[in-house]
């Protein structure tokens, strides 16, 4: 099904406008950002809105965005920046949250903001590798619970490009994806998700499928640039399956600092396609590993720096945000107990005398 001329007209004059009005964000190369003036472009839960921004005190709201669905027959990179403010003295207990969606699959956190002791912006940049006819959607969580301190995003402050200004490869859609593409087939593998995390000095690649039709195997890849590939192992697929199927390999030899894994799923008759993107940075680590991650009994959570250990806290959040467990590390090898946490994704922040030092995603597959 093609997005309507009418909406894709109103986008694209959407677009345009904005680029008139908004110039502080770059060169013009962004397809979509929030347009307080139009509520095409945006639904909130609560919060106040007026010309210029969306702001929460004392009390916890949602903003979505529309569904933007790839328009380049031979699919996109989808870059997204969120800068989100943060004014008055804040408190440790207001949080933000930043997810996406593509198409009808999980809500996958991308950034979790905990208010500092004094205003300030913070900024998030990512992006995805998405096929043509598919769907990414936005979710802003946003809870304080004072009447003085508050959460802000304002005009220009979240953009979604594919760095293209002379075709429009995004436009908005708001009927419920995923919708097959116009002349194209169902996709060969469902995934439920694609993930990838440090083990140590290696990176385990994991992934999830729903179902499989005519799948052979999966080629594991990886990358420094997110443009040249390279192979790391192949996998054996399940030929066709409609039941849940969990999947792992490792990469014993990854590349240090940033890089990023993809997956390659190649049918029976040679024809494949490609997962989206998930990256990994060794840089970033601050010296602590969790592993097995996805994990289904236990996990164990490593720190490097033994004389550092009980400095640090390790908190887990649902996909609502909410705390659903609170570890404190106190030996250098503290295991993490799945008894609790039922099946799904969560994310984690690790605390250094109350300080975030890493933050992340852990599945669970009890």
């Not at 998030?124 to 959460?151: A, P, Q, R």
């Not at 990838?196 to 729903?210: C, E, G, L, M, Q």
């Not at 792992?248 to 049918?267: C, H, I, M, W």
């Not at 996990?299 to 887990?316: F, P, V």
Request: overall charge neutral; hydrophobic content about 35%; glycine content about 6%.
């Amino acid at each position: 099904m093609k997005v309507s001329n009418k909406i894709r007209n109103k986008f694209l004059a959407t677009a345009v406008l904005l680029i008139a009005t908004v110039s502080f964000v770059g060169a013009q190369t962004y397809d979509y950002t929030v347009n307080w003036s139009d509520t095409s472009t945006y639904k909130t839960s609560c919060g106040k809105v007026v010309p210029g921004q969306w702001s929460v005190k004392n009390d916890s709201c949602v903003m979505t965005t529309p569904y933007l669905r790839v328009e380049a027959t031979e699919g996109c990179k989808v870059s997204f920046t969120f800068r989100i403010n943060q004014s008055g003295n804040g408190d440790p207990l207001d949080k933000c949250y930043v997810f996406h969606q593509i198409d009808s699959g999980v809500w996958v956190i991308d950034t979790l903001i905990i208010a500092g002791g004094s205003p300030a912006v913070y900024s998030f940049s990512d992006f995805v590798i998405l096929n043509y006819g598919h769907y990414i959607k936005f979710k802003i969580c946003m809870s304080t619970d004072s009447k003085t301190e508050f959460w802000a995003i304002k005009g220009g402050d979240m953009v979604v490009t594919d760095g293209n200004t002379a075709v429009q490869n995004l436009t908005s859609w708001t009927g419920k994806p995923p919708v097959p593409p116009d002349g194209q087939q169902v996709m060969p593998v469902e995934f439920i998700w694609v993930g990838a995390a440090i083990n140590t000095n290696a990176v385990v690649v994991f992934w999830k499928t729903a179902s499989e039709t005519n799948n052979d195997y999966f080629t594991i890849e990886k990358s420094m640039d997110a443009i040249n590939f390279e192979m790391v192992s192949t996998t054996g697929g399940a030929g066709n399956s409609n039941i849940l199927l969990n999947y792992s390999a490792k990469d014993n030899e990854p590349f240090s600092g940033v890089s990023y894994y993809r997956l390659k799923q190649t049918d029976f008759d040679g024809k494949f396609t490609y997962s989206n993107l998930v990256k990994v940075d060794f840089e970033n680590t601050q010296g602590v590993t969790i592993y097995p991650n996805p994990f289904s009994t236990n996990a164990t959570i490593m720190i490097k720096d033994a004389s550092q250990m009980n400095n640090y806290e390790l908190k887990i959040y649902n996909v609502l945000g909410t705390e659903v467990t609170n570890t404190i590390i106190t030996n250098q090898s503290t295991m993490l107990v799945n008894s609790n946490l039922p099946a799904g994704i969560y994310s984690y922040s690790v605390f250094k005398k109350n300080e975030i030092i890493q933050s992340g995603k852990l599945i669970s597959q009890q």
